[in-house]
Structures are given as C-alpha cells and as structure tokens.
C-alpha cells in the first residue's frame, strides 16, 4: 500500500487548506486512515482519523476547525483544514493503520505512511 498525500502550502492564519491523500498499490484493508503532524522542532502527533464505518475523531487542538472525509471509490482521504492558526504549521502526514485491528490515536499502530505535506500558516 502507498500513500500520497498533496494540497500542502502557504497560507495566512484564518485560512483554509484542503490535504488529499491517495492510496495505491494493494487495497488498504486496515481499521482506517489518519493524518498527523510534525511541527518543527516536535515530535509526530495524531490529528484526525477516520474508519471503514466513516467514524471520526479528531485531536481536541483541532475539533470544529479540520473535517476528515475519505471517498472509497477514489481511494483517497481527505483533511479540510479552517480557521487554520500558525501552531497548525507542519509537516502533515497520510497514515494507515496497520498494527491493530482497531482505530487508535498511536503512531505505532499506523504502518503505512505517506512522505508528507508541508502546511504552513503565517500570522
């Protein structure tokens, strides 16, 4: 399974951004799809994920500002980001999951990765 992820760039606090994530390869058969994100400096941290049912959840740093979605017949996942703040810079990561049979918030449950989206939201 690969992972790529586009839709990064530049953009002014308060502004939105839509990330795509693509899967290709052999079919994703895990519990679902994440996004994370590094920010300079930090360590990778969970934001969003979704499951095979279309439950969400997401990181309370961003709840009512990012939706995730995700279209099976495309095989893509998408983060809408708004209302983006300059904290929300970094470098933003497609996941899947791969190391339990449920959805979890931990990177080392998630094998599959993409190479990432720079984000990066000025003031």
């Known amino acids: 399974v690969q992972l790529v992820e586009s839709g990064g760039g530049s953009v002014q606090s308060g502004g939105s951004l839509r990330l795509s994530c693509a899967t290709s390869?052999?079919?994703?058969?895990?519990?679902?799809l994440g996004w994370f994100r590094q920010a300079p400096g930090q360590e990778r941290e969970w934001v969003a994920h979704i499951d095979n049912d279309g439950m969400t959840k997401y990181a309370d740093s961003v709840k009512g500002r990012f939706t995730i979605s995700q279209d099976k017949a495309k095989r893509k996942m998408y983060l809408q980001l708004s209302s983006l703040k300059p904290e929300g810079t970094g470098m933003y990561y497609c996941?899947?999951?791969?190391?339990?049979?449920?959805?979890?918030?931990?990177?080392?449950?998630?094998?599959?990765w993409g190479q990432g989206t720079q984000v990066t939201v000025s003031s």
């Open positions: 390869g052999d079919t994703y058969s895990g519990p679902c």
């Open positions: 996941a899947g999951a791969s190391g339990a049979p449920i959805c979890t918030v931990l990177e080392v449950d998630f094998g599959y």
